[in-house]
């Protein structure tokens, strides 16, 4: 068995394994960056309508799913992306790594949630929304206010107190960022970032990682994403989600078909469930916002209403200006060769 | 570019006549050896360094890339964060390795077997492990926070002290290995001639320790510049070249620039070889075919004093170690410190399960077997064949690349390389070998020099005496070289087998959905921010490792006692 698995490359000759995929037409190749915990959930909803078509996840961060989507370009490997940024789906639709295709029950998804061309590139599933996690015993201890505005974190108060991602190596970070220049404007977006920086403690290289430092008390502050703060406090975490007054910046978890899947029907019938009503059901587990619109319950420790607080966000600007903006911020506050205490 | 041991010409030439087939054999031996390292190492590489030269359509655009990085100051500074980081961390390293390892070849030191197994200990844990360690240590909320007196430890103080705990093994590991192939009749003269043992020290101990030295300090040095795993879980805002390629590759998946950033790496690596040919040139052989091995006298002043000095690192690495596996048995930290195993459920977190340990354990086992086959064959190639010194610097040189390749790099020109459709070795993609395959070549180079550093304290004699009794070289190889370099080689098996099951930064690009490893989930648990997790799949493999050693000990020391008494000649 385990040679077998360790031969099984070298002996299986390219033809083979072409025709043995063309026949079989049972497995995908899927790759997201989907929570660990929501994927047997997942695959399990889809098996329900589709129990012959068995789906392989290759799961990592973000990043690195994106990196090795691009860097498998030549010869893609995944069949259908099920749970990636949009941002990174555009970014894949402009290498011309998609296979445009339209979703049974596409035109039920809110506008926001799709690509616009007319056969769409890519859907959206959920809204990833910005949230600040507040550790409240960490904050009793330092005599820290909660904070209630972005504004509020520049204050004086909370010098050395806030853990943010770097958009430079984390998504979250990078909707953080482009959130504030499109809400402030783009001179105001760039003061307000300068006097945070005064408070922050240190950027971290994942979007999750703040939220899990702060409910772990290495900070009493921060900056992540709700899902992970209303997720961690469920789990008993000493956390408060604050959701800032000014708006919230977002993305989407969003699904394409890879253009050169040797399984095109079963990529499809995938896609039709990612869009369809129980997917969104079940994506509405975690998050507050799906992209069929009144199929979202509230969830617990989100705000009443996050739909009204996410911001018009802009993806098409934000990928425009994207290696702009990260060349500014890094040149603005990656060059300190010390984090500020 | 001649290499001090090899017989002279004439000798060679003679033999060449005689022994045809011999010759034909080595011959292909080293063009094989070469044909592995280029399409493991070479050939990927070039896939992905020719990158740095190119725009995003892959247009060649010159230096382009390169000026763009030099303008940009962040960038830069990136470079003397490495290099202050790669020095302070070696000579801290070398100094503490030294010190340990002649403490166990060459004194009776009570406890030197429980001494000998603590300090290989870091090595039996994924690099991110002492850092996430360090983090409970000194972090915000650490234990013992007030000993940094204020000074934070998410930085070049947290960067330093991680790497040089997880490299301290390495450089142990080759200063052993040139400390224990020893000449006793030098320390007899020396003692004879009233040689105060200090200055024996440095007359005779050191300089013939001195290949060993260097070598065990530019592996600590590219371990260090490369290592991305602990700079990224403890660097805070120090940033280095290893996480620059993240930042780049990762967080903007740039891999022109990211490219660039792997180029400057590789300029230790050309400096390491050529110092590595400077002074291998001057290396002389000690242990000749008339040697006597030296036994370490006891001397209890000495002997306790040497303990003594020991017993800091010892107690930084039990600290270490320890408050991991504490760590991991903390239901919340430090909210709700009531022991449990909670964060061992890996089945219900990111990154694989139990599956994924399993994996880990298979993958090992075949990167130990398979490497150590190939990388010690290699290294007897290059040191013990006469003549074509050219093919065999090629391939000596061909071997020092790995340890200048950043895992990160390695693991994506693989995907490019591998992946491409016109590779005729593309069904390897996503399988368990490539996996094995990468590890092997990630790790090649120290294995390489374990193997060259055993192999040149054999007397080239050996092989001159069997080869005029018209012995085929492969029966020397057998009988002669073998057994005498069996505790490198178990050594090499060793180092390979647990460093392919804490190896992160190259197989994070490779696995695919049944080839998962545990490593990766360690990675991916700290990087999602559950570091307790992190850290109880962290002291799994450790303590997995620790496992396979003390087999392999149990299994080795029979086979030892067998194939090694000629080096307890004089004891007995």
Known sequence: ???????????????????????????????????????????????????????????????????????????????????????????????????????????????KFRDNDATPSWIGLDAWIAGICFNTIEAEKHNLPKPTSWEDLTKPVYQGHIIMPNPNSSGTGFLDVASWLQMFGEEKGWDYMDQLHTNIARYTHSGSKPCKLAAAGEAPIGISFAYKGAKLKKKGAPLDVVFPKEGLGWDMEAAAIVKGTDDMAAAKKLMDFAASREANVMYNVGYAVVAIPGVAKPVQYYPENPEAMMIDNDFAWSAANRSAILKEWQGRYDSKSDPKN | ?????????????????????????????????????????????????????????????????????????????????????????????????????????????????????????????????????????????????????????????????????????HAVMIITTALSNTDARLYESARALRTSPIRTFFTVTLPSIKYGLISASFVVFTLVITDFGAPKVIGGQYNVLATDIYKQVIGQQNFQMGAVVSVILFLPAILAFTVDRWVQRKQVSLLTARAEPLVPKKNPLKDNVMLLLCLPVIITIIGVLGMAVYASLVTFWPYNLELSFNNYQFDLMDGGGWEAYYNSLEMGLYTALFGTAIIFTNAYLVEKVPGINGLRTLLHLGAMIPLAVPGLVLGLAYIFFFNSPSNPLNSLYGTLAILVICTIAHYYTVCHLTAVTALKQIDSEFEAVSASLKVPFYVTFWRVTLPVCLPALLDIFIYLYVNAMNTVSAVVFLYSSNTMLASVAVL?????????????????LMFTCIGIKLLHWGMSHLLLERTQRWRNRSAT
């Open chain 2, 1 to 169: 570019m001649s290499v001090a041991l090899s017989p002279p010409g004439f000798l060679a030439k003679n033999r060449l006549g005689k022994l045809g087939l011999d010759r034909g054999l080595q011959i292909a031996g080293v063009v094989i050896g070469i044909l592995f390292l280029v399409v493991t190492m070479v050939l990927p590489l070039y896939a992905i360094l020719s990158k740095s030269v190119e725009n995003k359509d892959g247009d060649f655009v010159g230096w382009t890339n390169y000026l763009e990085y030099a303008s940009n100051p962040s960038l830069l500074n990136s470079i003397t964060n490495s290099f202050t980081i790669a020095i302070i961390t070696t000579v801290i390293v070398i100094s503490l390795a030294l010190m340990t390892a002649y403490a166990l070849t060459r004194t009776c030191m009570p406890f030197k077997g429980v001494v000998r197994v603590l300090v290989m200990g870091p090595i039996f844990a994924p690099s991110l492990l002492p850092a996430i360690s360090l983090v409970y240590l000194f972090g915000n909320q650490g234990v013992l926070k007030s000993w940094l007196m204020g000074e934070s430890v998410y930085g070049p103080i947290g960067i330093v002290i991680s790497l040089a705990f997880w490299c301290f093994p």
């Open chain 1, 1 to 111: 068995m385990t040679f077998k698995k360790l031969f099984s490359g070298l002996l299986a000759a390219g033809a083979m394994t072409a025709a043995t995929a063309a026949m079989a037409g049972t497995e995908l190749t899927v790759y997201t960056a989907f929570e660990a915990e929501d994927l047997k959930r997942y695959a399990k909803e889809f098996n329900k309508q589709h129990p012959d078509i068995k789906i392989n996840w290759v799961r990592d961060s973000t990043g690195i799913v994106t990196a090795k989507l691009l860097a498998e370009k030549e010869n893609p490997q995944a069949d259908v992306v099920w749970g990636l940024a949009a941002t990174s789906l555009l970014v894949m639709k402009n290498e011309g790594m998609l296979s445009p295709y339209a979703p049974k029950g596409v035109e039920a998804l809110s506008p």
């Open chain 2, 524 to 540: 991916n648990m700290d990087d999602a921010g559950d570091i307790a997790p992190a850290a109880a799949m962290g002291v799994l």
